[in-house]
């Protein structure tokens, strides 16, 4: 992997990750965006820093946007840094988009971010996922499941 893609020492090119998501949603369906992103958002992004913790994507004006994601600005940018907190576009085929929209219309889902990546050629993409709202019960058995993967590799790790 290229120099270009290394980031806080990981090679894997991974900026951001919103583990959150998988216990709060049921993900259904996931799909590659990419960002329209301004040049100090991407070299804060290559330093390894944003949130994508507690944003969410939606579709307005035939467009998709992603909502209250943290980018912190780029120290060395001075006067021409970013606001942290803009909306940022999302791109995504026409074709996709419908599809995403009508999903999110009739179904009741939302559209949440799971991972913020530079990809092989060093561009930054969004993965983002289709997905239900999970109920109390739901959490505890995903709690549940969490708990007995850790102690059962912890008893193999023994043995």
Do not use: C
């Not at 549940?144 to 193999?156: E, F, G, H, N």
């Amino acid at each position: 992997m290229s120099k270009k893609n290394q980031i806080k020492g990981r090679n894997d090119g991974l900026v951001a990750e919103n583990r959150r998501s998988r216990f709060d949603y049921h993900v259904e369906d996931t799909l590659e965006a990419g960002l329209e992103l301004r040049g100090s958002e991407v070299k804060s992004l290559r330093n390894g820093r944003a949130n994508i913790a507690e944003s969410y994507a939606g579709v307005e004006n035939g467009e998709l946007w992603l909502i209250n994601s943290d980018f912190p600005p780029y120290e060395g940018a001075n006067q021409f840094n970013h606001d942290p907190r803009r909306r940022r576009k999302l791109l995504v085929s026409k074709r996709e988009l419908s599809k995403l929209a009508q999903s999110v219309e009739r179904a009741g889902r939302t559209i949440v971010p799971l991972k913020l990546y530079f990809n092989e050629r060093g561009i930054a993409k969004l993965l983002i996922g289709v997905a239900t709202g999970k109920r109390a019960p739901d959490k505890r058995e995903t709690a549940k499941k969490r708990d007995w993967q850790r102690d059962k590799a912890r008893i193999l790790k023994e043995n």
